[in-house]
């Protein structure tokens, strides 16, 4: 080590060393931890000298066992929040998403209602509630959440339903069957897109509701599989 990097540590916050890892193992000591204590000592050396060579100092060495001794445990990292969206459908399943930008095939467009968020909120967990399977239903109106299982001759579909709330009275869904099917060998209505069945199905929800597809402007980039 250089002089000058030692004329650092001097003055940067290797004197507070010692005082760190002695209060480390005075709190180990304390719970009879001492191998604690003393992967702890060798730990938090490296690292404070690391900081000070940073100009860091030894505040993260504090900060860091604070923590953990205020929780009682190691640190661990909080779990994400919720999505907004639906994900997107892997190509070539049995999937619809407003998310599947890249394959038209598993795209449908967001739905448009006219009713208020709450409303139209209610109206589609009445709508699930009626056809879903039992206690499949989970709805978190303040998150804007609605997730049922439907039941069909050949299985079962996952739906979920994201609600905006943003005043753009859109929401965002995916339907996805628990066991892939083959998609239905064509497709013969001017105008129609051919893929896998949730479509239909979607669609067919989509009229009870009397809401609309959204036009976004990934809709006009599509160009219509014309099979007749």
Known sequence: MSAEAVSFLANRGAPAIPRCIERVRARAGATGD????????????????AGSLLGVGTSFCLRARADEASSGTSPVRAPDAAPRRP????????????SSFRTPANYLPPWEY??????????????????????SVRADAAAGFLAASLAYPDGVDEYEFYFKNDGSKTVLFKAQSRVNRASPP?????GCINGPRNRARVEELQREMGWLGFETDEDKKWVPLLLH
Request: aromatic share 6%; with cysteine.
């Open 87 to 98: 994900a997107a459908c892997a190509t070539g399943t049995s999937c619809v998403s407003t």
């Open 186 to 190: 064509g497709c013969f209505t001017p």
């Open 114 to 135: 006219v009713e208020d968020d709450a409303d139209a909120f209610a109206k589609l967990e009445r709508a699930l509630r009626g056809r879903a399977v039992a206690d």
């Open 34 to 49: 001492a191998g604690h204590a003393s992967r702890w000592g060798r730990r938090e050396t490296l690292v404070t000298l």
